[in-house]
């Protein structure tokens, strides 16, 4: 069984950082790509950012410079380093298995002063 948990959301001010993880497990994580996405309150879901199973990142126009995708295959895990936070990536965030229906439950991530 194919589990996906976040972790690391929370309150932070604008131009604040965090830093989002997520634990893979139930398949060979090193053969995928993941993704994390994120769905603001009344908004559709978003692709926010990938790394392929060989490490390649990409990212939406919105986080681009800001936020940073990364992935641990000895661990399972991928990571999202975000920074210069601003109210607009208020959301809750998904780690994903690119092409797969396999989600998290999700970690809210609220920008606020």
């Known amino acids: 069984q194919v589990q996906l948990v976040e972790s690391g959301g929370g309150l932070v001010q604008p131009g604040g950082s965090l830093r989002l993880a997520c634990e893979v497990s139930?398949?060979?994580?090193?053969?995928?790509?993941m993704t994390w996405h994120r769905q603001a309150p009344g908004k559709q879901r978003e692709l926010v950012a990938a790394?392929?199973?060989?490490?390649?990142?990409s990212y939406s126009a919105s986080v681009e410079g800001r936020f940073t995708i990364s992935r641990d295959n000895a661990k399972a895990m991928v990571y999202l380093q975000m920074n210069s936070l601003n109210v607009e990536d208020t959301a809750l965030y998904y780690c994903n298995v690119e092409g797969y229906p396999y989600w998290g439950k999700g970690s809210l991530v609220t920008v606020s002063s």
């Open positions: 790394v392929s199973s060989g490490g390649r990142t």
């Open positions: 139930g398949l060979s994580f090193s053969l995928y790509a």
